[in-house]
């Protein structure tokens, strides 16, 4: 009865420990920055502020997606041979602005996947 009591809980601390592990996992995260309001025609700097601890040949970001208005608008790709610049890194861009903008980006770990989307909303005037 002992015996099987200590398998259990040896068990159950494996598995609590493997879905602590998966939680804590270095996934890509982004950051949009861009101004609320822009003038109709006038040309926009977007920045995407991308984290992710690491970035070596075996665990890097391996891309970075923006969609503007629910289209692909820009894409950056990584590779072991051609890692990102850093941990912490920016991208940026630059789109005009004829009429209100929905900006939202996505960063991909090739190991852990994604934190998940940022969006934006650029009003036009």
Do not use: R
């Not at 015996?3 to 809980?9: A, E, P, R």
């Not at 890194?89 to 090739?110: P, Q, R, Y």
């Amino acid at each position: 009865m002992k015996q099987k009591f200590l398998n259990v809980s040896i068990l159950t601390i494996f598995v609590l420990l493997l879905f602590s592990f998966s939680a804590l996992a270095n996934k890509t995260t982004v950051k949009i920055s861009a101004p609320e309001k822009a003038e109709k025609g006038t040309e926009i700097t977007v920045k995407i502020d991308v984290k992710h601890v690491g970035n070596t040949k075996g665990h890097y970001t391996d891309w970075v997606v923006v969609k503007i208005n629910g289209e692909e608008y820009k894409k950056w790709e990584f590779s072991p041979k051609e890692l990102p610049s850093g941990q912490n890194f920016t991208l940026e861009f630059k789109v005009t602005a004829d009429s209100n903008l929905e900006i939202i980006a996505e960063g991909h770990c090739n190991k852990h996947g994604s934190k998940g989307k940022d969006n934006v909303t650029i009003k036009v005037e």
